[in-house]
């Protein structure tokens, strides 16, 4: 489960990008009110395919700001 917690309204997008900063799957789109928020990834790629074990980069960019946290997949 993927978490944060916005200060204010605003647009959101996570993401998950490979190694190489490639995006490989949009999992948050649009506009959310402040406060917690939660989203989750099923180990697939944009395309429907199954993503490999692997280290992958979340991406959260809200109003401008982003952040970026590792991931491990693990199959």
């Known amino acids: 489960v993927i978490t944060w917690d916005l200060p204010e309204d605003g647009t959101v997008e996570v993401s998950?990008?490979?190694t190489r900063g490639r995006r490989i799957r949009?999992?948050?789109s649009g506009y959310r009110d402040a406060g917690?928020?939660?989203t989750s990834w099923d180990g697939l790629?944009?395309?429907g395919a199954t993503?490999?074990?692997g280290i992958y980069h979340l991406r959260l960019?809200?109003?401008g700001q982003i952040?970026?946290?590792k991931l491990t997949l693990v199959r």
């Open 36 to 38: 917690p928020g939660e």
């Open 51 to 53: 993503a490999p074990s």
């Open 45 to 47: 790629l944009d395309n």
């Open 16 to 18: 998950i990008h490979d």
């Open 26 to 28: 949009t999992l948050v």
């Open 67 to 69: 952040d970026s946290r």
């Open 61 to 63: 960019e809200w109003n």
